[in-house]
């Protein structure tokens, strides 16, 4: 058998996540709220690499490597 915090916090906190909170959080000065939200919506910064650059701008070719230019043709 589940214990009943078990079952009754979880619930009681997502309706007021859902429902009470935005109501709390309109009444709150926004210095106050911009001090919460990196406690309670804790996030990871994301790191985008930096594509890497080709100093060689060749085709892939098994034949020498050699890039056909219109000249060529």
């Known amino acids: 058998m589940?214990?009943?915090p078990c079952i009754f916090l979880p619930i009681m906190m997502a309706i007021y996540i859902k429902f009470i909170m935005?109501?709390?959080y309109r009444i709150l000065p926004e210095r106050w709220v911009n001090f919460l939200d990196p406690y309670l919506y804790p996030t990871c910064p994301i790191e985008?690499?930096?594509p890497e650059k080709k100093e060689n701008d060749s085709s892939?070719?098994?034949?020498?490597?050699?890039k056909e230019t219109k000249k060529d043709q």
Do not use: S
Request: glycine residues 12%.
């Open 48 to 50: 985008i690499p930096e």
């Open 2 to 4: 589940v214990c009943l």
């Open 22 to 24: 935005p109501y709390v």
């Open 60 to 66: 892939c070719c098994a034949a020498g490597g050699e």
